[in-house]
Nanobody, 125 residues
């Protein structure tokens, strides 16, 4: 019900834009997040947006290089600039439908209800 696209093989310093389409079956999305998992690593929060306010959040490792945005109820994007080899990972889109008082809770994977299948991003140095 979440479908990512836009991954690929790029060189260090290049840009990519990932897209995530949410099925209309998913109702009342409170928070949308982008996550990634590199080879042999755990799943890592990359960026997120609260749908009601548009407030955005980023991992320190991508601040200033990545931008999360939405243009509708069902589409969310991740613009990735100045890509580095450390950004190589499978990138996942995730949606949370439960509303929590603090947005910090969305930095943990357990509160998300829906996950996409992932799209591979490979950055060659």
């Amino acid at each position: 019900q979440l479908v990512e696209s836009g991954g690929g093989l790029v060189q260090a310093g290049d840009s990519l834009r990932l897209s995530c389409a949410a099925s209309g079956r998913i109702r009342n999305i409170v928070f949308l997040g982008w996550w990634r998992q590199g080879s042999g690593k755990g799943r890592e929060f990359v960026a997120g947006v609260r749908t009601s306010s548009g407030d955005t959040y980023y991992a320190d490792s991508v601040k200033g290089r990545f931008t999360i945005s939405r243009d509708s109820e069902n589409m969310v994007y991740l613009q990735m600039n100045i890509l580095q080899s450390e950004d190589t990972a499978i990138y996942y889109c995730a949606a949370a439908t439960r509303d929590y008082a603090s947005d910090r809770i969305y930095y943990g994977p357990g509160v998300y209800d829906y996950w996409g299948q992932g799209t591979q991003v490979t950055v060659s140095s």
